[in-house]
T-cell receptor, first 110, second 116 residues
Framework: GQNIDQPTEMTATEGAIVQINCTYQ??????LFWYQQHAGEAPTFLSY????GLEEKGRFSSFLSRSKGYSYLLLKELQMKDSASYLC???????????FGKGTMLLVSP | ETGVTQTPRHLVMGMTNKKSLKCEQH?????MYWYKQSAKKPLELMFV???????ENNSVPSRFSPECPNSSHLFLHLHTLQPEDSALYLC???????????????FGNGTRLTVT
């Protein structure tokens, strides 16, 4: 079966750095995705990792270790607007269907 | 603007009603999806259509009936729902079903459904 774990909630301060972890156990692996979802809005695509290592995109970076079944999303220079739910999702085969974790609610305070 | 439009944004229906959710994508994608999002649960895949053909039905009860008349439009027909079906229903699209590279899902804003 598929199992994706991520923390339920995290808090951080404006301007700080936060790391959101995700561990997965899936029958196959063909990519890991991170999405951001603000309350009442659509999840929006943030990053994609299929090979081990770090992918950097502005203030956001995502890391993958396939041997450990582990990824993290790193958010730098936090802003209030970064308060949202962050969803980790795995594509287990060459298909576009994704299995999602429950999401991590990040609250950024002044 | 995500390129995927869902209507209505909110829907309240009784258990004996029949209603439909509509999704339209303006991205030229070939695959469309229905997901269910309940509080404190992961997004659950319900149905997948690739080039208008249903490729996956994730053990969804028959009170949910999808329809995909073309690659740009997707419907979810609802009848005799239960209160536990209250949730956010998200439509998504992707370039194709057999994803190579990122080929991420693009989601609509969802329909917040309440069954009374």
């Amino acid at each position: 079966g598929q199992n994706i774990d991520q923390p339920t909630e995290m808090t951080a301060t404006e301007g700080a750095i936060v790391q959101i972890n995700c561990t997965y156990q899936t029958s196959g692996f063909n990519g890991l995705f991170w999405y951001q979802q603000h309350a009442g809005e659509a999840p929006t695509f943030l990053s994609y990792n299929v090979l081990d290592g770090l992918e950097e995109k502005g203030r956001f970076s995502s890391f993958l270790s396939r041997s450990k079944g582990y990824s993290y999303l790193l958010l730098k220079e936090l802003q209030m607007k970064d308060s949202a739910s962050y969803l980790c999702a795995v594509r287990d085969k060459g298909y576009s269907t994704l299995t999602f974790g429950k999401g991590t609610m990040l609250l950024v305070s002044p | 603007e995500t390129g995927v439009t869902q209507t209505p944004r909110h829907l309240v229906m009784g258990m004996t009603n029949k209603k439909s959710l509509k999704c339209e994508q303006h991205l030229g994608h070939n695959a469309m999806y229905w997901y269910k999002q309940s509080a404190k649960k992961p997004l659950e895949l319900m149905f997948v259509y690739n080039f208008k053909e249903q490729t996956e039905n994730n053990s969804v009860p028959s009170r949910f009936s999808p329809e995909c008349p073309n690659s740009s439009h997707l419907f979810l027909h609802l009848h005799t729902l239960q209160p536990e079906d209250s949730a956010l229903y998200l439509c998504a699209s992707s370039q194709d079903f057999y994803g190579q590279g990122a080929s991420p899902l693009h989601f609509g804003n969802g329909t917040r459904l309440t069954v009374t």
